[in-house]
């Protein structure tokens, strides 16, 4: 399942990599994740990496115990990848950087990243397609593919459609079966939700004829909402009537004392369901600390960064078979490699510094969203998660003015209300919600989104206003 040993030249052609290029990386010592490597990635990228950091080493896997599969621990979220610049556009709308984006599988795979997940929903509906690009490039039996039924319109609900979505899935990623299918976002909108999308329809029986024909090697389902739906699950997981391989959940150091959390990772290890992360960084929340809060895990182990404390977290959980991350530029995918190859679990001590560290972020007042934008688009035009996004960078840089004696106030208030209108145009602006709800039901992170807004439009008045 690894691809370490691929040729150098190889490797630089996939990447689509000009000759000249080529030529100066053929000169470097074949030997994947050592010092040759980070001299490669300098050529890939342009940026320094390595230097005074810890070197990339053998990746850690862990086992699937349904299939024997051996699963990198670090998986690839395939759901924020790289753009072109405005105006280079596919006629299409397809705005992906596919060169970038092999560039970044390619690396991903020479370093063993083999759990690549993406679903018909990401990136416009463009993410299959690219991941089917990139991957298809390399031998099928080098990595595994998971992505997802994601019906969640009432129009792609039908059986016809449903069963659609999945052939389109498999023609976009160009094979002819899905390691891993997942049943995408139950849970949300109870069990009438969950019947209407997979059970009226005979949809999830459908799925399991299609993994008895061999088109799926596992099923299972990625899960937000409440307990009702997951105990359900497991409740049929027991009793034979569905049997799950895998779930994916959402799982973070930031989330662990949510007891729903707690409780849908040990229901899973109790049955031995392997568990996949999403949202390890709660949409990058957990990377965009406020300065106080990186100089305190710096203190401890100053060479790491953030993210390697969050991933480091989750690999101490015994039945984490993979975390995924959404790696947007090489410099996260080389991060999260040192991090992972190989993984250090945390110690006892190193356990309850995170929790000390966790309960320094709960006191900031940012919204929960992870950018995931299931919200979106919005009926009357709002850019939602840039709204809330701007909001958080607010809060954790302390720019938020909160009193006119502060003698600060004039200056952070002209920062704050120039820097909101350069990040959100204002006809996508809070102001102009009009509380329809729509969003509210598609919220992961169950964000009372009109009512955030709401408080959002009316403290950006009162600056306009200087009151």
Same mark, same amino acid.
């Given at each position: ?216 090697? /596992? %099923? ?11 105990? @359900? $699950?497991?409740?049929? #997981? ?97 991060? /999260? %490699? ?11 001590? @190193? $356990?309850?510094?995170? #929790? ?12 929960p969203c992870n950018d995931c934008k ?61 509380g329809c709800r729509v969003c509210v ?16 439009a009316s403290s950006i008045e009162e ?5």
């Open positions: 399942m690894e691809t370490k040993n691929i040729d150098r030249r190889e490797f630089l052609r996939r990447a689509g990599i000009a000759s000249a290029v080529v030529g100066a990386a053929a000169t470097l010592n074949s030997c994947a994740g050592g010092a040759g490597t980070d001299k490669v990635a300098e050529a890939l990228t342009g940026e320094h990496v390595g230097t005074g950091e810890k070197e990339i080493g053998e990746m850690t896997y862990r086992t699937n115990p349904n299939t024997g599969d051996r699963v990198s621990l670090l998986g690839y979220g395939m759901m924020r990848l790289p753009q072109v610049q405005k105006g280079q556009e596919r006629a299409d709308g397809n705005d992906l950087d596919q060169e970038q984006i092999n560039r970044l599988v390619d690396y991903a795979l020479e370093h063993g990243v083999n759990y690549y997940d993406t679903s018909p929903a990401y990136c416009k509906g463009f993410s299959e397609e690219a991941t089917g690009t990139a991957l298809a490039r390399h031998p099928r039996n080098t990595y595994f593919i998971a992505t997802k039924l994601s019906n969640f319109a009432p129009q792609q609900q039908t059986r016809e459609e449903s069963q659609k979505m999945f052939h389109n899935s498999l023609r976009y990623l160009k094979t002819d079966y899905i390691d891993y299918l997942l049943l995408h976002a139950i849970g949300g909108g109870g069990m009438d939700n969950f019947n209407r999308r997979y059970m009226d329809n005979g949809i999830l029986d459908w799925l399991v004829e299609q993994k008895k024909a061999g088109k799926i090697r /596992n %099923l299972g389902f990625s899960y937000h909402g409440d307990l009702v739906v997951f105990d @359900e $699950m497991m409740k049929w #997981h027991d009793e034979g009537r569905y049997h799950w391989d895998f779930v994916q959940i959402q799982m973070n150091y930031v989330d662990w004392n949510n007891e729903v959390i707690a409780h849908e990772y040990y229901e899973l290890e109790k049955r031995n369901i392997p568990a996949v992360i999403m949202e390890p960084l709660l949409g990058g929340r957990l990377v965009k600390l406020p300065t106080h809060v990186v100089n305190h895990l710096k203190a401890r182990r100053p060479s790491d960064s953030p993210a390697s404390w969050a991933f480091r977290f989750l690999g101490t959980y015994p039945n984490v078979m993979c975390s995924l991350s959404g790696m947007t530029y090489m410099e996260h995918l080389q991060d /999260n %490699l040192r991090t992972h190859c190989p993984l250090e679990p945390l110690s006892e001590e @190193e $356990m309850t510094y995170l #929790h000390e560290t966790a309960k320094l972020i709960q006191k900031y007042p940012t919204v299931y919200c979106m688009p919005c009926p009357y035009g709002l850019d939602i998660p840039a709204i809330l996004l701007h909001y958080n960078k607010m809060v954790n840089e302390g720019s938020v003015p909160k009193d006119q004696q502060d003698p600060q106030y004039q200056e952070m208030r002209r920062k704050y209300l120039i820097s909101y209108d350069r990040a959100v145009p204002a006809v996508r602006q809070a102001d102009r919600c009009v039901s598609h919220c992961p992170q169950r964000i009372n989104i009109p009512q955030t807004l709401e408080r959002i600056m306009k206003r200087n009151v």
